[in-house]
């Protein structure tokens, strides 16, 4: 009997040995949306749910020559892109996206741990403008990223617009960090503010909602889903995954990305 297809997501990633975030965040919510991850891992990293505390890049001849081996066994249908950590581990995921132009391509711009740590220098910030954002799909800053990566500009719609031209399809500026009633999540594209979508604000903070966000993003993308469409669903996703955050360490709440698999109780008895 011959089995549909599931769709492959290729996914670059830091690897967080909390499970929070990175890889395993990557991993949980690529399977969330049906579909199956393949993991390269950029960086290591010591951190827990307070911060992150030290970044080693991966091996870049190691990372290329894993994610060749996948690209040329298995039909990937979307990638995302995390934590990149150095100018060679971008410069190498650059390499390996230039060769597939047809793949769709998430990036989730890590500029910052949660506990507010930074994570890339000048030298970084220059490459993944000039090599990353002319091949991302979907751009998905928070919104001291989107004004990090577009320093110049002078209000959030403007950071949008300067991230459409340096080469980004879409753009879509989570709000968690700004101070407002409600999350407010403004996607841009066709050179214009195309949605703002409203979400309850949780009391808590998160460790790895990022992550959980575009990873989901690539799922449905995958799944061969509108972008307008897929971004509203990925958002509702990680709510959810908000709304059931779990604490296992001292610092932020984890998502729980798998709170779809837990039997209601109440229709067991």
């Keep these: 009997m011959n089995q549909p297809s599931i769709p492959v997501v290729m996914t670059f990633s830091g690897h967080d040995p909390g499970g929070g975030a990175g890889i395993q965040a990557d991993i949980e919510a690529v399977a969330s949306m049906g579909c199956h991850a393949a993991p390269v891992i950029t960086a290591h990293t010591v951190q827990n749910t307070h911060n992150v505390i030290s970044v080693t890049p991966a091996d870049t001849t190691l990372l290329i020559q894993q994610a060749r081996a996948i690209l040329e066994d298995m039909e990937v249908a979307a990638f995302k892109v995390g934590l990149l950590a150095s100018t060679e581990v971008t410069e190498a995921v650059h390499s390996l996206l230039v060769d597939y132009p047809g793949i769709p391509v998430v990036v989730d711009p890590v500029l910052f741990a949660g506990g507010g740590a930074r994570l890339v220098d000048e030298g970084l910030l220059s490459a993944m403008r000039t090599l990353l954002l002319p091949l991302t ?98 958002q509702a996703y990680t709510w959810e995954t908000l709304r059931h955050g779990y604490r296992v360490g001292m610092g932020q709440l984890l998502p729980n990305r798998l709170f779809w698999a837990v039997v209601d109780e109440g229709l067991d008895q």
């Excluded at 300067?162 to 399809?169: A, F, R, S």
């Excluded at 999540?185 to 979400?199: A, Q, V």
């Excluded at 949780?202 to 897929?230: F, K, M, N, W």
């Design 137 to 234: 799909t979907i751009l998905t800053p928070n919104s001291f990223e989107a004004r990090t990566l577009a320093a110049e500009a002078d209000n959030l719609d403007a950071c949008a617009h300067k991230l459409l031209d340096d080469g980004c399809e879409f753009v879509l500026i989570t709000g968690t960090h700004e101070n407002t009633p409600a999350v407010e999540n403004r996607l841009y594209g066709h050179h214009r503010h195309m949605d703002t979508f409203t979400w309850e604000r949780l009391p808590a903070s998160y460790h790895g909602s990022g992550c959980t966000l575009a990873a989901a993003i690539a799922g449905l993308l995958a799944q061969g889903g509108d972008i307008p469409a897929v971004i509203e669903e990925a």
